[in-house]
């Protein structure tokens, strides 16, 4: 694979002088000094291009950002043998977002609602497989919550049941009504509104895609890059920062003002946060990872992670309430 990489690099306008691979990525050093990061690309040649305008479009109105590097040849991606496609984009150095530390939260919050008002004005095409539907949510919910059911069913049928299992089938109707709730009131919201809560988002956005640089805080790899709700981008970061800090209520209400006061949310954005947190999410992901890997041996790492949830429900209930009553005000 290293002489295959070095092919592929030849293809670039660079004299690359070091090679370190990280994870699913090379770092490549060239003969100035430069550092660029060498990737799979997962889409077509048209996502490509529409992702480099996007880039571009970005670094005009003062959110710094990598740039994608084209070949000699002028291309923005390079087919291997294989057909595996690869990107080359340039590389920011930095550290990335402590999730300890109050203030690098909040600031990556702030450049999130940064980024969602300068996008609000990308108004390109967006392809139908990037663009997510209003009711993208409700069927993702439904889809989950019947995995759910997929899974209790499956355990249920298994004669000697591991620790897992056990506590999975004791917990199982807690969660399962939370998810089932969620769904019920996201089918019974009617119409969503199309426009200001919806345009182009990250995809992805998490302490991992937020690095601290000479240019300030900068959001890094936008591979996911789609159009969605504003609010998806948000309650995805908020989700993983309240359960690294188990769901303290004061951080909480922090990252919303915080968020708001660069970006104010509607009515409709705060419900739909709301359902987004309230969703059991974490329990979905724990059953799932579950039923897609080997049954024959227990997993600790999923006993350890159900057992985390569990251990943080009465927090973060404490918390939803607080929130209802919050959104139902706004």
Not at 30 to 43: A, C
Not at 249 to 278: C, N, S
Not at 283 to 306: G, I, M, P, T
Request: charged share 30%.
């Amino acid at each position: 694979m290293y002489n295959r990489t070095e092919i592929i690099l030849e293809a670039y306008p660079y004299e690359f002088t070091d090679i370190q691979k990280g994870r699913g990525a090379y770092l490549c050093t060239d003969q100035d000094g430069g550092r660029k990061i060498l990737k799979q690309f997962s889409g077509s040649a048209a996502k490509a291009e529409l992702l480099n305008r996007f880039l571009k479009y970005l670094n005009e109105r003062g959110i710094v950002c990598e740039q994608i590097v084209p070949t000699k040849e002028g291309e923005l991606l390079f087919t291997d043998i294989d057909d595996t496609k690869y990107y080359m984009r340039t590389w920011l150095e930095g550290r990335e977002c402590d999730t300890r530390n109050r203030e690098d939260i909040l600031c990556a919050v702030r450049r999130l609602a940064q980024f969602h008002c300068v996008t609000a004005g990308f108004t390109e095409e967006i392809p139908c497989a990037m663009n997510r539907t209003p009711d993208f949510l409700q069927q993702e919910y439904i889809r989950h919550t019947r995995e759910l059911h997929k899974v209790r069913n499956y355990i249920k049928s298994r004669k000697k049941k591991n620790e897992f299992e056990t506590r999975f089938l004791a917990e199982y109707d807690c969660y399962i009504h939370q998810a089932e709730e969620v769904t019920n009131r996201l089918q019974a919201m009617g119409e969503v509104p199309k426009e200001r809560c919806f345009g182009i988002c990250h995809g992805d956005y998490s302490q991992h895609n937020l690095i601290f640089t000479v240019h300030g805080p900068v959001m890094i790899n936008y591979e996911r890059f789609c159009k969605d709700a504003y609010v998806g981008d948000f309650a995805h970061f908020f989700r993983k920062i309240m359960e690294k800090h188990n769901w303290n209520t004061g951080l909480g209400l922090d990252l919303i003002h915080t968020y708001e006061k660069v970006r104010k949310m509607t009515a409709w954005e705060h419900k739909q946060f709301y359902d987004r947190i309230a969703y059991p999410e974490k329990f979905w992901k724990v059953a799932n990872h579950y039923f897609n890997s080997k049954k024959s041996w227990a997993n600790n790492r999923d006993s350890e992670k159900l057992e985390k949830i569990c251990a943080q429900e009465q927090e973060r209930m404490a918390f939803l309430t607080m929130l209802k009553q919050r959104s139902c005000k706004s």
